[in-house]
């Protein structure tokens, strides 16, 4: 699973990439706390919401300087969930994700540039069905503090939303007729756990 939350590693990244020589620590993502989900207009009418339930990933972070690093996130394709059994299934075909070829779905961090203290991109590189390209996400840090319960570790929680195409990545089913949209809007939150 490559796309183990990079795009919560780059949503912390996204609180800036700074320079020094800063000891960062390394965060994993709760994989308790992570919901990576979209959405994708079905013939015009309506958007239909999915998620994928496995998910991991981690990155190196420094809250004082802000800088970010060795941001992975793998998502494993077979976990997408939309609610609808027979359209999952069909999700998981060569139509679509071809979960058989291409099990993982990985983001790897590359860039981090801050727009205020809790707010930045992250651009990174996605691979999907073996294309790979470039992505930047709007990132927000919601909250740092060391969590309330159990391991009572720092956490960093995070926000984070983009936009890509399918045809980017070779996936043309059903978009010349509209029955399902090119676009989709990519919604991550996340908590991650300082190591």
Request: glycine share 8%.
């Amino acid at each position: 699973m490559t796309l183990r939350v990079s795009a919560l590693a780059f949503a912390t990244g996204l609180l800036l990439a700074a320079p020094a020589s800063a000891e960062p620590a390394l965060y994993e993502i709760d994989e308790e706390h992570v919901a990576v989900a979209f959405l994708v207009r079905h013939i015009g009418y309506a958007d239909t919401l999915g998620q994928f339930l496995e998910v991991e990933g981690s990155f190196r972070y420094d809250e004082a300087t802000q800088s970010l690093s060795d941001l992975e996130v793998v998502i494993e394709a077979e976990s997408i969930f939309s609610n609808h059994d027979k359209r999952d299934e069909h999700v998981r075909n060569a139509d679509f994700l071809d979960v058989d070829d291409h099990p993982e779905i990985v983001f790897v961090g590359t860039a981090a540039t801050p727009s205020s203290d809790t707010a930045g991109t992250v651009t990174g590189d996605l691979t999907l069905l073996g294309v790979t390209r470039p992505v930047t996400l709007d990132v927000t840090l919601n909250k740092s503090g060391v969590y309330p319960f159990g391991h009572k570790r720092p956490v960093l929680g995070i926000s984070a939303r983009t936009t890509i195409k399918r045809s980017d990545f070779g996936m043309t089913y059903a978009v010349e007729n509209g029955f399902v949209g090119d676009e989709v809007q990519v919604i991550i939150e996340l908590e991650a756990i300082k190591q």
